[in-house]
């Protein structure tokens, strides 16, 4: 998001650091800050205002997991989740 906002020129200041998604997110429901969130993890009440504020549009992220799992059951659930990431369009 930083690079994405300094790329359009759009000047920023740091309000807020938290310590992970969930924190963000409480901050942003707060009106204490903006957060850059994909759609299918922003939760109800928060507002999209990138089109209306004219802010860029995000870059794509990559995911890479490491798992040095053996057990039969955990490592289907892992392949399970390395699948759905790589069902999302980029």
Known sequence: AVRALDKAGIA??????GGGVTAVVAAALAGLAIAPLARR?????????????????????????????SDPAKLAALRAVAATFRSVPA
Not at 12 to 17: I, K, L, T, Y
Not at 49 to 54: F, L, N, R, T
């Open 12 to 17: 920023w200041r740091e309000r807020f650091v």
């Open 41 to 69: 993890i922003a939760p109800p009440g928060l507002v999209d205002i990138g089109p209306a504020h004219k802010l860029p549009k995000l870059g794509s992220s990559k995911v890479m997991l490491h798992s040095k799992v």
